[in-house]
């Protein structure tokens, strides 16, 4: 397995002396959806392609629940889940009701043992 990557040149439109160069920039060979994860998954272990659909989707629903609830949902492995808030500026604390807060966005941070194993990958570079 191996990570594929292609050389971009650096764009500095800041800086009045700007770099010259490259960086690596991941290329993604696309995104694997759930029944393909399923089948994945499957093909290493004894459970059918539909209790793992079955399982991802109440997990799904279930860290959707305890976000709700307020809690934040660590997944062994997996890393954790949380929610962040957005509301209007307002100058008094009594000027802000539950109301006008809402969701801003659901946020993920990789657990440890999981980007330790990413890091481990190796990078090939595309040819063209």
Sequence with gaps: MSIPYRLTPM???I???PKQGYYAQV???GTID???LCKHIAAGCTLTVADLRAAIEAI???VADCLMDGYNVYIDGLGTFS???ESKIVEKEGD????????KNVNYRAAVSLKKLVKESQFEKLKG
């Design 11 to 13: 764009k500095d439109n």
């Design 15 to 17: 800086s009045k002396a």
């Design 27 to 29: 290329v993604t060979k």
């Design 34 to 36: 759930t029944p393909s």
């Design 60 to 62: 799904s629903s279930s």
């Design 83 to 85: 929610v962040s808030a």
């Design 96 to 103: 802000l009701r539950a109301p006008s807060v809402s969701v």
